[in-house]
């Protein structure tokens, strides 16, 4: 990553993965926005897991709404920016 910012200017990245590799790019504080689409519609028993395992190992993570805005359907596109802990 510091490669991509260094050579070729690289300032974001989206990524759309699973809990796992999430929980380990926040630990590592890479991730500075969180942008989480909710559809009205509860899928499958383990629906819960994705936001479950984020946490898993990390302190708490304060986020802070940037945007939402609503589309057709009950759709609902929530921006967040992840608050890093600053040193005391």
Do not use: H
Not at 3 to 31: Q, R, W
Not at 41 to 58: C, E, M, P, T, W
Not at 77 to 86: A, G, H, N, P, Q
């Amino acid at each position: 990553l510091g490669d991509l910012s260094t050579k070729y200017e690289v300032k974001t990245i989206p990524i759309d993965s699973g809990p796992t590799l999430n929980k380990v790019l926040l630990g590592m504080g890479l991730i500075d926005e969180i942008s989480l689409l909710m559809s009205p519609i509860i899928v499958g028993s383990k629906s819960d897991s994705f936001l479950a395992q984020l946490n898993i190992g990390n302190p708490n993570i304060s986020l802070e709404l940037l945007s939402y805005e609503d589309f057709d359907k009950g759709l609902i596109l929530l921006r967040y920016k992840v608050l890093k802990e600053t040193p005391d």
